[in-house]
């Protein structure tokens, strides 16, 4: 399984959401609507549903609307109009099955699917929320603290061992690494470190399943969503746990 591939997209964009967000806040949204539209070009493509032009426009749309709103939503508020996002993309989703008309193959697996990947994209503007917390806004170190720890889980992914052993390991180490860039960076504090770490050692390692149950896609759109997926995933839990343990 060509597992590196995949990985070789996440840590990249990942990357570059860390490294954003200590240049400046317009390019963090700029990286995850970037991700926003990984995500909703090779989701369809990804899962082989019907409609994928139209369904990638409206997961794409979603995704970058999300974003723009965080970034411009008042503090502390930052995801207020996401839920109202989600709602209205799951919407155009379903409008977009009835267009279709009745007796249309594979209805049900399209419309779960692509409500899927605009969840997916809609959580990366918790990348900007979380970017705009009071602590990371003061540059402490938490952004790059949970990006090492999101990095050692993806590395531990490429692993050619069970699951068994990986998903263990993957968020163990996850969890260590960020307790070490916290005890290194002295103005992050440990126990935020450690449960975020944990959090994306979770998220990362349950979508290497993914990836090996379905198998690495050919398509390069298809291998840019799954890539993507899992750090988008994580923009909205990062946030609102960060939001909650750093006050």
């Not at 990362?204 to 149950?213: N, S, Y």
Request: charged content about 10%.
């Amino acid at each position: 399984m060509r597992t590196w591939i995949v990985a070789v997209v996440a840590a990249v964009l990942l990357s570059a959401v860390i490294g954003a967000s200590y240049w400046s806040p317009a390019a963090v949204v700029a990286v995850a609507c970037a991700g926003a539209l990984m995500v909703g070009l090779g989701w369809p493509q990804l899962l082989g549903i019907p409609a994928r032009k139209t369904l990638s426009t409206v997961i794409s749309l979603a995704g970058v609307v999300a974003v723009v709103l965080a970034s411009i939503a008042p503090s502390g508020m930052a995801l207020a109009w996401t839920v109202v996002v989600v709602a209205l993309g799951v919407m155009a989703v379903f409008m977009v099955q009835l267009v279709r008309g009745t007796g249309q193959p594979h209805r049900l697996e399209s419309t779960f699917g692509a409500s899927t990947g605009l969840v997916l994209a809609v959580f990366g503007a918790g990348w900007v929320a979380a970017d705009r917390l009071s602590d990371n806004e003061a540059d402490t170190g938490m952004m790059l603290v949970t990006g090492i720890s999101m990095l050692m889980a993806i590395a531990v992914c490429v692993l050619p061992w069970p699951d068994r052993l990986v998903a263990p390991l993957g968020v163990l180490l996850a969890v260590l690494t960020g307790m070490l860039g916290a005890a290194v960076t002295s103005d992050v504090p440990l126990l935020p470190a450690a449960v975020v770490g944990a959090l994306v050692g979770i998220v990362v390692v349950c979508f290497r399943r993914l990836v090996l149950v379905e198998g690495t896609p050919e398509q390069l759109p298809a291998v840019l969503a799954v890539g993507a997926a899992p750090v988008m995933a994580s923009g909205g839990l990062v946030y609102f746990l960060e939001k909650m343990l750093l006050g």
